[in-house]
């Protein structure tokens, strides 16, 4: 119930997101929004959705965009996914 009503709080955001200004922000929305209820887990689709945002970020070569607590945050919830447990 509570990976229901995280994903439709979600989908409420995706309203207001600007979707024609070349942002890559709709990755880690879409991502997010769809891994949540999949896995019946906040937590992973919180984690992709950062993994993802840090990845677009570096990737693009908007290295000034990328906060290190982000890019911070993204290692940790790829080495927790990475490591078995």
């Known amino acids: 119930m509570a990976s229901q009503f995280d ?3 979600s989908a409420l955001g995706t ?5 024609k200004n ?11 929004a769809v ?7 906040i937590a992973t689709g919180i984690g992709l ?3 993802t945002y840090a990845l677009g970020k570096i990737v693009s070569g908007r290295f000034a965009d990328a906060k290190p ?3 911070g945050l993204a290692l940790l919830f790829a080495l927790k ?3 078995p447990g």
């Open 69 to 71: 607590a982000v890019v």
């Open 49 to 51: 959705g950062f993994i």
């Open 7 to 9: 994903v439709n709080w």
């Open 81 to 83: 996914f990475a490591l």
């Open 15 to 19: 309203r207001t997101t600007s979707w």
């Open 35 to 41: 891994t949540m209820p999949l896995t019946y887990s």
């Open 22 to 32: 070349g942002d890559r922000k709709y990755a880690t929305i879409v991502i997010a």
